[in-house]
């Protein structure tokens, strides 16, 4: 057991611009905060005491050992958690892969729990976050790199370290307990931004010298909107898309969706001076007005000042569909639409009397006792597991094809993402053919507008409960996922849980409502 505190941070503590990290062996420590990250003052809930929570590092194929600590104290936000580390495969160890009630009961304020797990043949850019509720809408996400001492595109790049990670977040003055479907207040990169009330407060400077290359890597810690982002005069060339390595492709704009992560190139050829880092969301307070939604790229001969005020214009931006794998490139099964194993098809849907998402009829509600434990505790078939509806039974060793055809249902375009895989993006929104040749390979995919029918392919190769759900927060606490149960026969064998993880149910089963 280890003690509650509130932690108060310091607006000087917030205005560092790059990461310090820990890992792969470590305490991640969840903990209240009183913070201002935007010039406004609320409490959120931090990992490691930092609004874009603290960095996490090791390299492809490290054991991690992260031993979550569990001090959050105050009943406005929830005070249990969970941890979710996304884009990794969790082979072996569905236990620890996060979701609660799909892979574990939360933890238990004043509580810890060791994630145990290994990034087998795994490495590029993840990150974390709560996967309990809303929760980390309050703030409780990171950044995680697993570096690849063979990295095939070093030759690339001179400089890839803390200080060339960039986040990009919706911040809310609100307790996300307290909203539905709510717009943000600002948008954060690395941490900080302006509120177009007041927009006075620092903004983030990332600083690079004349010559170098750099690898960025970006994520998408949003819990809702979508970002156009750029840096002004300069190209970015993607070598990473999700984790993945894929072929240079050079653009001067990233559209982002929830949950995404692109690494790219940036060579510091221009005139040393002060550049716009502009994330432009898809809602809230859009543009650029007094520096909201900026950041500043720097040389490190320039002046500490804002860059005059600027309208950047793309020519190259990014298309998803032109985004190749570099290695092992080509979707699974026959290059025939249904060509596969078993072809899903995912009916979205929503309901406006009850303003809760459904997928073929069904809306997700989280079970009292996760998918992972009811098979360990004697679930006889896929078919007897909770909740019912939203429990899909997918066979090993099978070629897997989900059609998600976007319908045009509210709050979109919606950003759908699979745990345990990467999947072929066979077909993107705003096409209507299908690659089986070199798609993009992924784990986050944007759904399109009302036409779009995105299809996906992905090998059972993973035994375990694996969710599939929308990335806007406020979307899965609306019932906007399904469970895929995987290979179920073989939940006993291949996944041997923790100890410390068979406990964590009778503690939370055991809290009054006001220590939830």
Known sequence: MFPTLTAFVSLALLARTSFAAIG???????????????????????????????????????????????????????????????????????????????????????NSFLYDFTAVDQAGTFWYHSHLSTQYCDGVRGPLVIYDPDDPHADLYDVDDES?????????????????FPTSDSTLINGLGRWADDPTADLAVITVESGKRYRFRLISISCDPNFVFAIQNHNMTVIEVDSVNHEPYVVDQIQIFAGQRY???????????????????????????????????????????????????????????????LENPGAPGEAVVGGVDLAINLAFGFDLTTFQFTINGASYASPTVPVLLQILSGAQDATDLLPGGSVFSLPANSVIELSMPSLGVAGGPHPFHLHGHTFDVVRSAGMDTYNYENPVRRDVVSLGAAGDNVTVRFTTDNPGPWFLHCHIDWHLEAG????????????NSSIVPSEAWSQLCPIYDALSDSDL
């Open 480 to 491: 906007f996922a399904v469970v895929f149960a995987e290979d179920t026969a073989e939940w």
């Open 24 to 110: 792969p062996v470590a305490d991640l420590t969840i903990a209240n905060a009183d913070v201002a990250p935007d010039g406004f003052t609320r409490t959120a809930a931090l990992a490691g005491g930092n609004v874009s929570g603290v960095l996490i590092t090791g390299n492809k194929g490290d054991n991690f050992q992260i031993n979550v600590v569990n001090d959050l104290d105050n009943s406005n936000i929830l005070q249990s958690t969970t941890i979710h580390w996304h884009g990794l495969f969790q082979a072996g160890t569905n236990w620890a892969d996060g979701p609660a009630f799909v892979n574990q009961c939360p933890i238990a304020k004043g």
């Open 263 to 325: 690494s790219f190139i940036l060579t510091a050829d221009q005139p040393e001076d002060n550049y716009w880092i502009q994330a432009n969301p898809s809602l809230g307070t859009t543009g650029f007005d007094d520096g909201i939604n900026s950041a500043i790229l720097r040389y490190s001969n320039a002046a500490a000042e804002e860059p005059a005020a600027a309208t950047l214009t793309s020519v190259l931006p990014l298309n998803e569909t032109d985004l190749v794998p």
């Open 164 to 180: 060339t990670i960039i986040t990009l977040a919706d911040w809310y003055h609100s307790y996300a307990k307290d909203l539905t």
